[in-house]
């Protein structure tokens, strides 16, 4: 398998839940990166993980928490999320984070997340 | 700041006419990275191009091809004879300060029949 796969592609949770989105990926590629797509808002960078070591978090809740196991891996764990965290979640790889090359993303199919 | 606008936030076309979709960029870097992505229904983001800041002549791709104005910070993007299946989001993210790729807002665009 190739590209970025992101398991779910639906996720429904309650706020008092405990889920994990999890993100594969088979390119080589040693930086990690997890995005937050709200509707009508910018695509917001969450977390960015190069070599597996975690190097830009952007004042992200700690209701969010990420973990890279190896670099072809990253998970975000969930839990006590509110309704406005209802958002598709973008996982993407490159081979160096920005501005490191220039290297493009490559993006896998989000998981869909609804907070009820 | 360092920011990037895409001003058009939707845009409707007839089959086969040619659109642009535009972005303007601010930005304190002398080198930097320029990339457009298509969002499509199902989601995933899809790389079109990349271009240095160095490098500023613009390029064709078939349909698409892209303007790039280092004096006016500014990137655009235009489909020639455009189709249904161009109808998707697109961003425009350039590469602004270190692990900062900051995607536009994106402008929708869709192609009627």
Not at chain 2, 3 to 29: M, P
């Amino acid at each position: 398998e190739t590209g970025v796969t992101q398991t779910p592609r639906h996720l429904v949770m309650g706020m008092t839940n405990k889920k994990s989105l999890k993100c594969e990926q088979h390119l080589g590629h040693n930086a990690m990166y997890w995005y937050k797509q709200s509707a009508k808002k910018p695509l917001e960078l969450m977390f960015v993980y190069s070599l597996e070591e975690r190097v830009e978090n952007n004042s992200v809740p700690s209701r969010f928490s990420p973990e890279c196991p190896n670099s072809s891996h990253l998970f975000l764990h969930l839990h006590t999320l509110q309704p406005e965290d209802s958002a598709l979640y973008l996982c993407a790889s490159s081979q160096a984070p920005p501005p490191a090359g220039g290297y493009g993303y490559t993006f896998g199919s989000g998981t869909r997340l609804t907070v009820v | 700041a360092q920011k990037v606008t895409q001003a058009q936030t939707e845009i409707s076309v007839v089959e086969k006419e040619d659109v642009t979709l535009d972005c303007v960029y601010e930005t304190r870097d002398t080198t930097y990275y320029l990339f457009w992505y298509k969002q499509p229904p199902s989601g995933e983001l899809v790389f079109l191009i990349r271009r240095n800041s160095f490098d500023e002549q613009n390029e064709i791709s078939g349909r698409y091809s892209w303007n790039f104005q280092k004096s006016t910070s500014s990137f655009n993007f235009t489909i020639t004879a455009s189709q249904v299946v161009d109808s998707a989001v697109y961003f425009c993210a350039p590469t602004l300060g270190y692990n900062d790729m900051r995607f536009g807002a994106g402008t929708r665009l869709t192609v009627k029949p």
